[in-house]
């Protein structure tokens, strides 16, 4: 599992304004913890910076730490949204799993922060 102390930060250059940042990963993977075959998804993160913004190169590299992990989808959007959380204090932050269909049921996930 990658640990969120691959993730880096830096200030917020507007701290005190509200903005949002959108950022999307169109191609994560991670494996099915019950038959191993690869989880294709659009994880989508939506937050409204606190103090820190979240370096984006530090933020590919631990998504890609799932890769070759086995972990269920509801599991894999709280946990990311729990270590993004942890290292950049968010005043909002939302998590969504957009995982393609398997045996014909796509399936979505989503979990919210608010400070």
């Known amino acids: 599992m990658p640990d969120k102390q691959l993730l880096e930060t830096f200030e917020n250059p507007y701290p005190d304004r509200e903005y949002d940042i959108l950022i999307e990963q169109p191609e994560f993977t991670s494996l099915c913890p ?15 910076p606190g103090p820190k ?3 984006l190169k530090a933020l590919k590299i631990y998504l890609q ?3 070759n992990e086995g972990i269920f989808y509801e ?4 946990r990311i949204l729990d270590d993004l959380v942890a290292v950049c204090s968010p005043r909002r932050m939302t998590v ?7 045996g014909g049921i796509s399936t979505t ?3 919210s922060h608010n400070s």
């Open 75 to 78: 599991r894999l959007v709280n």
């Open 109 to 111: 996930v989503t979990a």
């Open 53 to 55: 913004c979240l370096e």
């Open 34 to 48: 019950k038959t191993g075959h690869p989880d294709f998804a659009t994880i989508v993160i939506r937050y409204v």
């Open 96 to 102: 969504e799993g957009h995982f393609t269909p398997r």
């Open 65 to 67: 730490g799932y890769r």
